[in-house]
């Protein structure tokens, strides 16, 4: 780490401000990026939802399906077709 001080020691006010300047726009494209990935993680999760409920949905259709025509027949009468 000495190295370090000593190459900060030696850099002329102009490079020691480029080099803060360089440090805090690396550091913000960091945050964005991973505030991006994040969205994105989010993003998945909700459609990973949507897809189970959807299927749930699809399941119980399947299992409310009439046995026979008489059962067809029944419910197109109720109205619960």
Do not use: C, H, N
Not at 4 to 17: D, E, I, M
Not at 51 to 68: G, H, N, S
């Amino acid at each position: 780490m000495s190295w370090l001080a000593t190459l900060w020691g030696a850099a002329s006010g102009v490079w020691r401000r480029l080099a803060l300047i360089a440090a805090a726009v690396l550091a913000v494209a960091l945050v964005l990026a991973r505030a991006r990935r994040d969205g994105a993680v989010a993003e998945r999760a909700a459609a990973r939802a949507r897809i189970l409920r959807i299927k749930e949905r699809q399941q119980d259709a399947r299992a409310a399906v009439p046995r026979d025509r008489r059962g067809v027949a029944q419910r197109l009468r109720d109205g619960s077709f």
